[in-house]
């Protein structure tokens, strides 16, 4: 069997993305920098009034997971994603879109009726990324789309902080655990979202619950966990869940911590037009780290140069050439040596 780097379990969007104002936002009432789950026809009524206002951007295969996998594979790691969707045009195009980049995915043999999810990302002028999210069929996401096989062989379980938001989800996140922890593979956790955390801390408590072996979060998401704005602080708090935490920064890198040293990772400048995917390319990028065994530093330098090369367009993935060219680039720097 092909070995396997990473199994992913996380929602399934088909993400579309808009430029908008802010005036936008403050007149429909949308909580900006925030992911908030709508229904089927609120989501129907916001796309046209944003197709009003001007062309859809990009869409792609989405979720929080799903962006982590694709910038793993796109830097030649093995992953395989454990979601769900509908039998539908976005359930075909959201499984076509993965496999190009050499994701395997469970749903070869599901034909689910339903509505695949979808992923509305308003960007402001300052790159801000604000979501409208509904879920679809993959609020229905449960043990029955988990890959015990796949899980068991591999050396990460990747767990997205979205799933929280269902609990037959949850129900799923506790199982995968269960086999992870059975089998040797270790677990890595995204929080996905500072409204995850604010709105739905008993189930981000679920996911660290026995402790995991990664854990990453932005700097808003570890002050609401840990009740500090000292990142400092919060490091050393959330080490008591996680083996390994990574804090991203945003423009100001990231802050690293494996219970015997932190790392510094600094900030690359670039001109930020969309923030979406930020985080997830950084974890992609840093897992893929891992499971190569680069150095903490190596790590946290490949993850914060493909999170900046992300921000640095609409979007939430870089091309494959792209991701290629910046691995080469930065093997070359001392933190790889």
Do not use: W
């Not at 088909?14 to 802010?22: A, G, I, M, P, R």
């Not at 990009?58 to 039998?87: I, M, P, R």
């Not at 704005?229 to 708090?237: C, I, P, S």
């Amino acid at each position: 069997m092909e070995p396997i780097d990473i199994v992913g379990i996380g929602n399934a969007l088909v993400d579309q993305e808009f430029e908008v104002t802010d005036e936008f936002l403050q007149q429909h009432q949308i909580e900006k920098g925030m992911m908030t789950l709508i229904e089927d026809e609120d989501q129907e009524r916001l796309i046209k009034l944003l197709a009003q206002r001007g062309e859809l951007k990009k869409q792609s295969g989405g979720g929080s997971a799903a962006n982590s996998l694709v910038g793993f594979a796109q830097f030649g790691g093995k992953a395989f994603y454990c979601c769900k969707v509908a039998d539908d045009h976005a359930g075909k195009f959201y499984c076509e879109d993965l496999e190009q980049v050499g994701i395997t995915t469970n749903t070869g043999s599901q034909k689910h009726e339903g509505k695949t999810g979808r992923c509305l990302v308003m960007v402001t002028p300052d790159a801000e990324r604000t979501m409208r999210t509904y879920l679809g069929i993959t609020a229905d996401l449960s043990v029955d789309e988990l890959d015990e096989d796949a899980i068991a062989r591999a050396q990460y379980l990747y767990i997205e902080g979205y799933l929280v938001t269902s609990m037959v989800a949850r129900e799923a996140i506790v199982r995968a655990k269960e086999i992870a922890r059975a089998n040797g593979t270790k677990i890595a956790v995204t929080c996905s979202d500072p409204a995850m955390v604010k709105y739905f801390r008993d189930g981000i408590d679920l996911i660290l619950d026995g402790g995991v072996d990664v854990l990453f979060c932005n700097e808003e998401e570890a002050g609401i966990l840990t009740g500090t704005t000292d990142v400092q602080e919060a490091l050393q708090q959330l080490q008591q869940h996680a083996d390994l935490v990574a804090i991203t920064l945003g423009k100001n890198g990231a802050l690293l911590g494996d219970g015997e040293r932190q790392v510094v990772i600094p900030g690359v400048k670039v001109k930020a037009v969309d923030t979406n995917g930020a985080g997830d390319m950084f974890a992609g990028a840093m897992m893929y780290g891992l499971t190569r065994n680069y150095s903490l530093a190596a790590c946290g330098l490949l993850a914060s140069h493909a999170a900046a090369e992300v921000v640095s367009n609409f979007g939430p993935r870089l091309s494959l050439d792209r991701q290629q060219q910046l691995l080469i680039r930065l093997q070359h720097e001392p933190e790889f040596n």
